[in-house]
């Protein structure tokens, strides 16, 4: 039998700038999430972000039912169908493994990642270079969603949303913090804690959560079990949550320095987006870093 599906944009911001550009010279920045497909028109040359439009549906447990909303949207959403200059495929549908460069042999990739994770259905195993980093992010995608929007976007620009957090953080100002800093981003059902130390990476691990005290649990385990005081280390919250969120009143209880990530810097916002809190879209926005 069908399913019946309610979608709709949860998000759509956008002003009279879109309609005065030339979108065949901007960027289109999918990101594929557990039960969301978002996006936002990026022109490089001004380097300023022109519209965006994020989608939460159900059911959520299955790639194929999100294939099939993924698909309602293009029904919907014919900017979608622009000629973009080009378009980047971003997934946040599971964690991945990081590999030192000197040990990665792209032959072996499945491998490297079927160490930590689990082997999946219908998965193709991807892998990304991170600038700057001596490191390989190997992570697996659906083959049959990785397929159909590799299709119609006609683009094979494929990169995963925590590669791109990778290039993102080392701009935040407290980046080099001696005594540690911790980005907590914030999803539909999981999350993603990425720790450095005076600048340099420690671990960057995900999680998935029911209650905002399991998202306080892992990220205070991970800090003890390298040797780090909870107490003294500052963590900063991105993702689709707020003051009212229960992800951010338990964090509140247990994290003194807390503190929300700043928007990207180095980039402009339209209006309409400055009116909305930096860390909303942080990962999305942080995907021109990777075009």
Same mark, same amino acid.
């Given at each position: 039998?069908?399913?019946?599906?309610?979608?709709?944009?949860?998000?759509?911001?956008?002003?009279?700038?879109?309609?005065?550009?030339?979108?065949?010279?901007c960027?289109?920045?999918?990101?594929?999430?557990? /039960?969301?497909?978002? *996006?936002?028109?990026?022109?490089?040359?001004?380097?300023?972000?022109?519209?965006?439009? #994020?989608?939460?549906?159900?059911?959520?447990?299955?790639?194929?039912?999100?294939?099939?909303?993924?698909?309602?949207?293009?029904?919907?959403?014919?900017?979608?169908?622009?000629?973009?200059?080009?378009?980047?495929?971003?997934?946040d549908?599971?964690?991945?493994?990081?590999?030192?460069?000197?040990? *990665?042999?792209?032959? &072996?990739?499945k491998e490297?990642?079927?160490? #930590?994770?689990?082997?999946?259905?219908?998965?193709?195993?991807?892998?990304?270079?991170?600038? /700057?980093?001596?490191?390989v992010?190997?992570?697996?995608?659906?083959?049959?969603?990785? %397929?159909?929007?590799?299709?119609?976007?006609?683009?094979?620009?494929?990169?995963?949303?925590?590669?791109?957090?990778?290039?993102? !953080?080392? +701009?935040?100002?407290d980046?080099?913090?001696?005594?540690?800093?911790?980005?907590?981003?914030?999803?539909?059902?999981?999350?993603?804690?990425?720790?450095? @130390?005076?600048?340099?990476?420690?671990?960057? +691990?995900?999680?998935?959560?029911?209650?905002?005290?399991?998202?306080? *649990?892992?990220?205070?385990?991970?800090?003890?079990? &390298? %040797?780090?005081?909870? +107490?003294q280390?500052?963590?900063?919250? /991105?993702? @689709?949550?707020? @003051?009212? #969120?229960?992800?951010?009143?338990?964090? !509140?209880?247990?994290?003194?320095?807390?503190?929300?990530?700043?928007?990207?810097? /180095?980039? +402009? !916002? @339209?209006?309409?987006?400055?009116?909305?809190p930096?860390? !909303?879209? *942080?990962?999305?926005?942080?995907?021109?870093?990777?075009?």
């Open positions: 039998m069908p399913v019946a599906y309610n979608i709709h944009p949860a998000f759509t911001v956008d002003d009279e700038t879109l309609l005065e550009t030339d979108l065949t010279a960027h289109l920045l999918v990101l594929v999430g557990n /039960g969301t497909f978002s *996006y936002v028109v990026f022109e490089p040359g001004a380097k300023k972000f022109l519209a965006l439009k #994020s989608y939460h549906f159900e059911p959520q447990k299955l790639a194929l039912a999100d294939l099939e909303m993924i698909e309602e949207v293009f029904d919907a959403d014919k900017l979608l169908f622009t000629a973009f200059k080009s378009v980047l495929l971003a997934f549908t599971g964690s991945g493994a990081l590999v030192p460069h000197l040990y *990665y042999m792209p032959s &072996l990739k490297y990642l079927h160490l #930590s994770q689990p082997e999946k259905m219908q998965e193709a195993v991807m892998s990304d270079l991170l600038p /700057g980093l001596p490191m992010n190997i992570y697996s995608v659906d083959k049959d969603l990785l %397929g159909f929007l590799r299709k119609e976007f006609s683009t094979d620009r494929v990169v995963h949303a925590h590669s791109a957090l990778l290039q993102a !953080y080392p +701009q935040d100002l980046y080099r913090a001696a005594e540690g800093i911790a980005f907590v981003q914030v999803q539909r059902q999981t999350f993603n804690i990425t720790l450095y @130390i005076d600048g340099k990476l420690i671990i960057q +691990q995900e999680g998935e959560y029911l209650a905002g005290l399991d998202v306080v *649990y892992q990220l205070v385990n991970t800090l003890r079990q &390298l %040797g780090l005081n909870e +107490q280390v500052k963590v900063k919250l /991105g993702g @689709i949550v707020n @003051i009212d #969120s229960p992800v951010y009143q338990e964090m !509140y209880k247990f994290i003194p320095r807390l503190e929300w990530v700043q928007r990207l810097p /180095g980039f +402009q !916002y @339209i209006a309409a987006m400055q009116e909305t930096g860390y !909303y879209f *942080y990962n999305l926005y942080a995907l021109a870093l990777c075009v």
